[in-house]
């Protein structure tokens, strides 16, 4: 039987969002309802809302998400009911050209559920990177569950399915930052912080951390940056330069999505070094470079999608890491807030007063 459940929808663009009952089929083949305890908010729902993802209105949104599984279809192997999960946005296919050379985490064919969630009259929503978890309950590919250990609080452990994996994994799998190395990190919200975090974990000798807010630079420093550098200050390329020998970084992470930013971080790596760009541009954003320099200082320009994350592989690792104590993923929380409450978290976003907002179900 189709269940109804409370849940937070983008109607239109730029229309505030609202609590509407959703109905959720039930599961599948392949498929998964989950129990949804904790979902964060992301820059990118905000992006959803304000149709800069694309046009395909109503949204449900939500997708950083922790909760138990309830059910599943036919075929479901890898999760059953009862399970705690985190739930990601790329389950892998396992068929692709990607998938068959053995680098899943690059899978050009990842799928959500099949079968779509509806509003009362029978309206289909698109979920929010194929989850849509600010609802009670939703409907995801079951290969979009992750099992991890039950001992870390929801609202934690849900940070791990977008923003907090991207930056972690944007140094460790994309930039892959080595003992000792040196590395900047421009642009120190969820994403950059968390980048912060993976240099630290990787064994980075020095970190320095670029903002242009000096609340964000003190939590970077927080969360594990050596130095900070404020780029409303002075050239922040001069200042990376300065901090490393006179040469620059050997691995430059740019957390922002902005030409200017990235330009940044091509000039302040080290020869042979490498930018890794998290940050997401916008289309209409272009950039300019001598080709020349690009050939010439060697080394890496990558970009990183979700960390390059293998959900599998990464989302327990990092939460029993996390039980250690050598990182501390709530450190990333902020506030908790109930579901009616999202608009506010939007404007707190803006005013830039937050790492992460997570609604508690
Ligand atoms: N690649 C991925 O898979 C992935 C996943 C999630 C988010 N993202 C992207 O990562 C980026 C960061 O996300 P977030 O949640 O941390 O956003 P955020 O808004 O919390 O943080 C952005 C930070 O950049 C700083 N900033 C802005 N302009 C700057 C400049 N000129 N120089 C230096 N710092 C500047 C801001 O002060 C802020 O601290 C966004 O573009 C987001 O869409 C990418
Ligand atoms: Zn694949
Ligand atoms: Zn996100």
């Known amino acids: 039987m189709p269940q109804h459940v409370q849940g937070v929808i983008a109607p239109g663009r730029n229309e505030p969002v609202r609590v509407e009952t959703i109905v959720i089929p039930d599961p ?3 498929e998964a309802v989950v129990r949804i305890q904790a979902c964060g908010v992301c820059h990118t729902d905000l992006h959803y809302k304000q149709g800069g993802i694309n046009d395909d209105f109503p949204f449900l949104l939500g997708h950083e998400a922790a909760g138990t599984v309830e059910s599943v279809g036919e075929g479901v192997t890898d999760v059953a009911p009862g399970d705690y999960v985190i739930l990601n946005w790329r389950a892998v296919c396992g068929q692709c ?37 600010f609802a009670e309950k939703t409907l995801v ?5 992750t099992k991890v250990d039950p001992a870390v609080a929801p609202e934690i452990a849900g940070l791990l399915g977008c923003g907090v994996m991207a930056g972690i994994g944007a140094a460790i799998n994309t930039g892959n930052v080595s003992r000792g190395d040196t590395v900047a990190v421009i642009g120190c919200g969820g994403v950059g912080d968390a980048a912060i975090v993976g240099a630290r ?17 003190a939590k970077a420093k ?4 050596t130095d900070t550098v404020d780029s409303r200050a002075g050239d922040p390329v001069e200042a990376i330069r300065a901090l490393t020998g006179g040469f620059g970084a050997d ?32 289309p209409e954003m272009k950039l300019e ?17 979700y960390g390059d994350c293998l959900p599998s592989r990464d989302f327990p690792m990092l939460i029993d890491l996390h039980r250690q104590g050598r990182i501390d993923l709530g450190a990333f929380v902020t506030e908790t807030i109930a579901l009616d409450e999202i608009e506010k978290a939007f404007a707190r976003m803006h005013e830039g007063d937050v790492l992460r907002s997570v609604v508690v179900l």
């Open 97 to 133: 050209r990607a998938c068959r050379r053995g680098r899943p985490w690059y899978c050009f064919d990842t799928h959500n559920a099949k079968q779509r969630m509806t509003l009362l009259d029978g309206t289909e929503l698109s979920p929010a990177l194929g989850i849509g978890a």
């Open 141 to 145: 590919a079951a290969g979009q569950c």
């Open 251 to 282: 691995v430059v992470i740019e957390a922002v999505g902005r030409p200017e930013t990235y330009r940044q971080a091509f000039y302040a790596r080290d020869l042979a070094g490498t930018v890794v760009l998290v940050g997401v541009p916008t």
């Open 222 to 225: 927080e969360m594990g940056a």
């Open 28 to 30: 599948g083949p392949g």
């Open 289 to 305: 470079l001598p080709l020349l320099d690009v050939f010439g200082r060697g080394g890496a320009l990558k970009s990183s999608w």
């Open 201 to 217: 974990l990787a064994g980075a000798a020095k970190i320095i951390a670029v903002d242009i807010d000096e609340r964000k630079l």
